[in-house]
Nanobody, 128 residues
């Protein structure tokens, strides 16, 4: 059964860094686009970043550009989100997800509706 497991969350001070990891089990992650999403209480789960199957295409929301870097290692069935210069508004539960697969090999999009399989999430708290 297709499974995604996130790790790497925690408590960090403003300006600090964290790297989130997403491990894929029982399927070939290389066949899927990967997205990272964030959810805070009372708000919709929102896209943060995504990466295409072949890593040629990445997308970020405006507030994350220049601070976050998404990457993947298909040979290890892993995806990562490097987060630098963290701000209190980055606090939330971070989820990784993969598409149908429905997206093209060099395509990724941030809309939730494109992603069918989700991990359980990892909490990131940015606070002094």
């Amino acid at each position: 059964q297709l499974q995604l497991v996130e790790s790497g969350g925690g408590l960090v001070q403003p300006g600090g860094s964290l790297t989130l990891s997403c491990a894929a089990f029982a399927f070939n992650l290389g066949n899927y686009a990967v997205g990272w999403f964030r959810q805070t209480p009372g708000k919709e789960r929102e896209g943060v970043s995504c990466i295409s199957r072949n890593s040629e295409k990445t997308n970020y929301t405006e507030s994350e550009k220049g601070r976050f870097t998404i990457s993947r290692d298909n040979a290890k069935h892993m995806a990562y989100l490097q987060m630098n210069n963290l701000k209190p508004e980055d606090t939330g539960v971070y989820y990784c997800a993969v598409d149908g697969p429905t997206l093209q090999v060099s395509e990724c999009v941030l809309g939730r509706e494109n992603y069918n399989y989700w991990g359980q999430g990892t909490q990131v708290t940015v606070s002094s």
